[in-house]
């Protein structure tokens, strides 16, 4: 028996993932060796431990995939990750996307203003959840990022993506090719050099 109170549910990642390739994973690598190298002939020793920490969580979060969770809509509020956020708690929300994934992004009122982060994997959800979810908050298209958004933004940018395969092409010889058009042009043509 269904709940009557669902008014909408989808699954979805709990973040948005992308599999990354070694590249990836060396950058990491390279830019904790630099900062560690950085830390340890000029400053405090003690900082080489929160370096290696982060690059243990970006490492742990790169590597492994996040688990589905089931997202719903009910009459009272949403639900995520055994989460229930109240509509009374809510104030607007919008759409980001990252990893080829829509973001929503729910915002609190005063004085909290947390933010609540949800996966949206298709258009078609998209658009369902902005029918839905502006019957009861305000809905932002152009919304002010903080400057935390701001500076996960610019550092994903910074990222470099995934390997580009070469091609492998055969080279053109210009022997074969003029030989190629003699063979087939019936006029005769000028000797080159």
């Known amino acids: 028996m269904e709940n009557p109170q669902v008014v909408f549910s989808w699954k979805a990642p709990l973040r948005p993932y992308k599999k990354r390739s070694n590249l ?3 950058f990491y690598l390279a830019v904790a060796l630099l900062l560690s190298l ?3 002939f000029f400053g405090d020793k003690i ?3 929160p370096i ?4 243990f969580l970006f490492y742990v979060l790169t590597i ?3 688990p589905e969770v089931e997202n719903k809509i009910t009459k009272f509020g949403i639900e995520t990750a055994d989460v229930t956020l109240r509509w009374e708690t809510l104030s607007h929300f ?4 990252r990893f080829g994934f829509y973001i929503l992004t729910l915002m609190g009122h005063a004085p909290y203003f947390y933010h609540a982060y949800i996966v949206v994997p298709h258009e078609e959800i998209k658009k369902n959840l902005i029918l839905i979810l ?3 908050l305000v809905f932002k298209e152009k919304p002010r990022l903080s400057l935390t958004d701001r500076m996960v933004d610019w550092l994903t940018k910074l990222i470099p993506d995934e390997e580009v395969e070469p091609t492998l092409k055969t080279p053109n010889h210009p ?3 003029s030989t190629k058009l003699r063979a087939a042009s019936a006029k005769p043509q000028p000797a080159s050099l």
Do not use: G
């Open 134 to 136: 502006s019957q009861h």
């Open 94 to 97: 919008y759409f980001t996307k």
């Open 175 to 177: 022997e074969e090719n």
């Open 24 to 26: 990836v994973l060396r």
């Open 52 to 55: 290696w920490a982060v690059l």
């Open 38 to 40: 950085i830390v340890f």
């Open 64 to 66: 492994t995939p996040p």
């Open 47 to 49: 900082l080489l431990i």
